[in-house]
């Protein structure tokens, strides 16, 4: 078999995978999406390889790990108003550049304090005419709602970024009204859950990824009255 076949054998079976994860998540995103997010997967690879932003070099399992993984908050955070969200250390664009992908009604921002990360994150929002991606580098803490940022966001999420409490004062003054911080995490130990005076833990939900045999949880911190 050439090469030029293989590829193309391994495209299509990362492509049914992508599809067969998307059905179990119980979500629909059109044919033309899943062709972009497997693209933005390629390269990412492509980048990866100077800029080492993730240590998955498996395509399947960046399949799992990194797509499939990322959209499955979506079942929770689509029954939710949201309209701007911001992704903090968002690294190689996980889960935001997904996000911007699937859901173009939101206006999503990636950011993180490493220029040669969002050097990544800019490309891709080039490469795949995101007009609905912004990208932003600095320190969350930094950030300032009408100067970095136009407008405080109704969803800050992270994945794998740091402890819940650490995560929640960082971004604290960029939550709009209302909002809600979505922490992803693998195991949601005790210990972490602390949080700041004025802050409540309201859900811990278990995250089911597809083909993939590890804990995921979704952690989604509000403002107390």
Do not use: C
């Amino acid at each position: 078999m050439t090469a030029s076949r293989n590829a193309a054998q391994g495209g299509n079976e990362l492509a049914a995978l992508l599809a067969d994860g998307i059905g179990q998540l119980g979500l629909t995103i059109g044919a033309e999406q899943q062709a972009r997010l497997l693209d933005y997967q390629m390269l990412l690879a492509k980048w990866n390889a100077s800029l080492q932003m993730t240590s998955i070099r498996d395509p399947r399992q960046m399949v799992v790990k990194h797509l499939l993984d990322s959209l499955s908050i979506l079942p929770r955070l689509d029954r939710e108003p949201i309209s701007r969200v911001l992704d903090v250390g968002s690294g190689g664009g996980l889960p935001g550049v997904v996000l911007a992908i699937v859901r173009p009604n939101w206006q999503v921002t990636v950011n993180d304090i490493v220029h040669k990360k969002t050097a990544f994150l800019t490309q891709a929002r080039a490469t795949f005419k995101l007009a609905n991606l912004t990208v932003v580098t600095g320190r969350v803490e930094s950030l300032v709602v009408g100067k970095e940022v136009p407008a405080p966001f109704d969803a800050i999420v992270s994945r794998a970024f740091a402890e819940l409490n650490d995560f929640v004062m960082l971004g604290r003054n960029l939550l709009a009204p209302g909002g809600s911080f979505w922490a992803m995490k693998g195991v949601a130990a005790e210990s972490e859950l602390a949080l700041p005076d004025r802050y409540e833990l309201v859900e811990r939900l278990a995250l089911n990824v597809p083909f993939l045999d590890a804990e995921r949880h979704l952690l989604r911190v509000k403002v107390t009255a």
